[in-house]
């Protein structure tokens, strides 16, 4: 199976900065995407942005010029640095993993949600 260990989230005033973390381990074959999703009180859960196995990141409208996702691929980790945040960012923030997994039944395509990091943005 595969864990994910997500750190990083806080409370910062607006205007501020957070940095997440996700580290993925197990038994991991292939990362087919990796990234970030958050759920603000009262609506869905939402892309923030993500890695495709190509190299490829997707970023909510909502985020971009602010927010940057990174990763570390020999620690199968992302990192999202969060720039000029605002209020409208409070979320529970989860990381999250499609991909190939080893298994006693062999090789499958799972995917995995962290704990969630909760984000709380002062105006």
């Known amino acids: 199976q595969v864990q994910l260990v997500e750190s990083g989230g806080g409370l910062v005033q607006a205007g501020g900065s957070l940095r997440l973390s996700c580290a993925a381990s197990g038994s991991i074959r292939s990362i087919n995407t990796m990234g970030w999703y958050r759920q603000a009180p009262g609506k869905q859960r939402e892309l923030v942005a993500d890695?495709?196995?190509?190299?490829?990141?997707n970023y909510v409208d909502s985020v971009k010029g602010r927010f940057t996702i990174s990763r570390d691929n020999a620690k199968n980790t992302v990192y999202l640095q969060m720039n000029s945040l605002k209020p409208e960012d409070t979320a529970v923030y989860y990381c999250?993993?499609?991909?190939?997994?080893?298994?006693?039944?062999?090789?499958?395509?799972?995917?995995?949600w962290g704990q969630g990091t909760l984000v709380t943005v002062s105006s």
């Open positions: 890695f495709t196995n190509g190299g490829t990141t």
């Open positions: 999250n993993f499609k991909g190939l997994v080893r298994a006693e039944i062999g090789i499958r395509y799972l995917e995995i």
